[in-house]
């Protein structure tokens, strides 16, 4: 009896972590790829902000600026969707270790 309800969570929960699986693998290939593309849009805001204080003397555009690189640079937005990445990794590892381990 324990064994058959055992395999019946095993078929419930083998397309839930090949989705989770599938999710994870995608969105870190699109993090990464986007890592990139935020990272030369992180350099040019910076540059941009440094020139805004530069040439015009304004703190309050030079700070808005820097912070969207910041945002844009691979320690803001792409670390956080790492993290969250990494959440949803764990979560996939605690059902194939409850349920098949």
């Given at each position: 009896m324990i064994f058959l309800l055992r395999f019946?969570?095993?078929?419930?929960?083998?397309?839930?972590?090949?989705?989770?699986a599938?999710?994870?693998w995608f969105f870190t290939w699109l993090v990464c790829v986007?890592?990139?593309?935020?990272?030369?849009?992180s350099a040019v805001l910076s540059l941009l902000a440094?020139?805004?204080l530069l040439l015009?003397?304004?703190v309050e555009g030079f700070i808005i600026y820097l912070v969207l690189a910041f945002l844009a640079?691979?320690?803001?937005?792409?670390a956080a969707a790492?993290?969250?990445?990494?959440?949803?990794q764990g979560v996939r590892y605690f059902i194939k270790e409850r349920i098949y381990g």
């Open positions: 019946m969570l095993k078929l419930l929960f083998a397309p839930v972590s090949l989705v989770l599938l999710f994870v986007s890592s990139v593309v935020l990272g030369l849009a440094l020139a805004i015009s003397a304004s640079s691979p320690f803001g937005l792409p790492l993290w969250l990445l990494g959440r949803v």
